[in-house]
T-cell receptor
Framework: DAGVIQSPRHEVTEMGQEVTLRCKPISGHDYLFWYRQTMMRGLELLIY????????DSGMPEDRFSAKMPNASFSTLKIQPSEPRDSAVYFC????????????FGDGTRLSIL | QKEVEQNSGPLSVPEGAIASLNCTYSDRGSQSFFWYRQYSGKSPELIMFIYSNGDKEDGRFTAQLNKASQYVSLLIRDSQPSDSATYLC????????????FGSGTRLSIRP
């Protein structure tokens, strides 16, 4: 079975540029989560969706960050404009049924903003 | 006070011994508890989840939950070098259903 698929795996770009991260959840999963992981702050939940609808975006750091889920098999996390402090590993995860169920993580996108 | 607290380690355990990882949480209404393992440079991988007070065993892993003390632990029996990783404790609070809070993780090192 295909797991959660994220792209790109690595992204290096200059500050001020727009960055788009992509995620394909496991087929049939109805919850999708975006996380950011840094050494300083650990793993932080940014936003999550249920049936393509954003439920809680309180973890989104600021207006430069936005996330969409146009259909059940695709989500994007966009940063515009990007800043060096956005450098982190961004994970997407999905789960089925309720958000109390275990989450399955993608391999992550390692983002470096120069 | 962090919502989910873990000792960052590193915790060094000899091969074959029992590794004991601990986690405390602040929200008494928390309902669901998870342990994830994360190898360096990899994504978190679920290894155990527990919802009820008591012990839950799966192979060499045992999760223990004590809601009165707001404490959850993970025991790894017969530790192997392949168990060397960071272990993340995660909690879902009832007060904001579905929002999972991760601890900062405990780095475990199994020495041969």
């Amino acid at each position: 079975d295909a797991g959660v698929i994220q792209s790109p795996r690595h992204e290096v770009t200059e500050m001020g540029q727009e960055v788009t991260l992509r995620c394909k959840p496991i087929s049939g999963h109805d919850y999708l989560f975006w996380y950011r992981q840094t050494m300083m702050r650990g793993l932080e939940l940014l936003i999550y969706f249920n049936n393509n609808v954003p439920i809680d975006d309180s973890g989104m750091p600021e207006d430069r960050f936005s996330a969409k889920m146009p259909n059940a098999s695709f989500s994007t996390l966009k940063i515009q404009p990007s800043e060096p402090r956005d450098s982190a590993v961004y994970f997407c995860a999905s789960s089925f049924g309720t958000a109390y169920q275990p989450q399955h993580f993608g391999d992550g996108t390692r983002l470096s903003i120069l | 006070q962090k919502e989910v607290e873990q000792n960052s380690g590193p915790l060094s355990v000899p091969e074959g011994a029992i590794a004991s990882l601990n986690c405390t949480y602040s929200d008494r209404g928390s309902q669901s508890f998870f342990w994830y393992r994360q190898y360096s440079g990899k994504s978190p991988e679920l290894i155990m989840f527990i919802y009820s007070n008591g012990d839950k065993e799966d192979g060499r892993f045992t999760a223990q939950l004590n809601k009165a003390s707001q404490y959850v632990s993970l025991l790894i029996r017969d530790s192997q070098p392949s168990d060397s990783a960071t272990y993340l404790c995660a909690v879902i609070r009832e007060s904001s259903a579905s929002k999972i809070i991760f601890g900062s993780g405990t780095r475990l090192s199994i020495r041969p």
